[in-house]
Nanobody, 124 residues
Framework: QVQLVESGGGLVQAGGSLRLSCAASGRTFGSYTMGWFRQAPGKEREFVAGISGRGGSTYYADSVQGRFTISRDNAKNTVYLQMNSLKPEDTAVYYC?????????????????WGQGTQVTVSS
């Protein structure tokens, strides 16, 4: 069992930055692939970024490539999402999630554990 708690969301102007954190419980954090997803009002939850258990592989949605960076600190059981050059269309509730390695990175159904989400609002 893994419990995930996100933090770091808030209101920021377009062009600004935020760093989201996701703290995980459990002693097997390093064995999980971690992902960040987001869901805007009226839209489906979508993949944003993912990172392998040891951090050697990362993947990004095209819409955030070059602006967002995912990282993890397994000693602290925490995964981060650094978001730069934020745009109003980045406004959403952001969720972190954990899955076993080996399956697709991009589908919500592949992830077993989810946090409660943190709101990010980007004003124009």
């Amino acid at each position: 069992q893994v419990q995930l708690v996100e933090s770091g969301g808030g209101l920021v102007q377009a062009g600004g930055s935020l760093r989201l954190s996701c703290a995980a419980s459990g002693r097997t954090f390093g064995s999980y692939t971690m992902g960040w997803f987001r869901q805007a009002p009226g839209k489906e939850r979508e993949f944003v970024a993912g990172i392998s258990g040891r951090g050697g592989s990362t993947y990004y949605a095209d819409s955030v490539q070059g602006r967002f960076t995912i990282s993890r600190d397994n000693a602290k059981n925490t995964v981060y999402l650094q978001m730069n050059s934020l745009k109003p269309e980045d406004t959403a509730v952001y969720y972190c999630a954990a899955k076993d390695p080996g399956s697709s990175w991009y589908g919500t159904q592949q992830y077993t554990y989810w946090g409660q989400g943190t709101q990010v609002t980007v004003s124009s």
